[in-house]
């Protein structure tokens, strides 16, 4: 399957994303349109802490209107290594610099409409330190258990697709 792009119009260019629509035609030659958001790759972060302890951040997203509790993450730097970019993230919203780093997996976030790309690390061997919050950010640190996920996930008190994905994973990996 397969669609080719015949022309772009871009609405909207930013520091952050873009916003296009592409006329497509498809495979079977009707043409049609799709509406992309360019998106630049990032990186999210679950700091474990032994015995049990997972650090999340707690912040007011805009475009729902109320605040989430989410695994730490950001925007990759034009030209910075995932990895860089993640220990970055770590240190400035959460204070914690951590010793040992596994790369978990690496997701697109929302393909049907936006191209990021995401690199989804887990943090350990914590060290704890000043945060470096971004001028507009606000963030609260939160501590949760392994056996908090699954209720915290069914109750709705964690909302984030990235977050549940990563919590999951950890709590697979931890457990075992």
């Known amino acids: 399957m397969k669609e080719t792009t015949i022309k772009s119009e871009y609405y909207y260019k930013g520091t952050v994303l873009n916003v296009r629509k592409d006329w497509v ?41 109320k605040e989430l509790l989410e695994a730490c993450a950001g925007i990759i730097d034009h030209g910075e290594d995932p990895l860089v970019a993640a220990k970055r993230e770590l240190q400035e919203e959460t204070g914690y610099t951590a010793k040992s ?62 977050t549940i994905l990563m919590l999951l994973m950890v709590k697979n990996i931890l457990k075992k």
């Open 101 to 162: 780093w596994q790369l978990l997996t690496k997701a697109y976030s929302s393909p049907g409409f936006c191209e990021e790309y995401a690199y989804m690390y887990l943090a350990k061997d914590l060290t704890p330190g000043s945060t470096n919050f971004d001028h507009d950010e606000h963030i609260a640190l939160e501590t949760i258990t392994l056996d908090d996920i699954d209720h915290m996930i069914k109750t709705n008190q964690i909302e984030d697709t990235k």
């Open 25 to 65: 035609r498809l495979e079977d030659g009707r043409e049609s349109t799709r509406d992309i958001v360019e998106h630049s790759p990032c990186v999210v972060v679950i700091p474990f802490e032994k015995p049990n302890k997972i650090h999340l951040v707690r912040q007011f997203r805009k475009p729902i209107e």
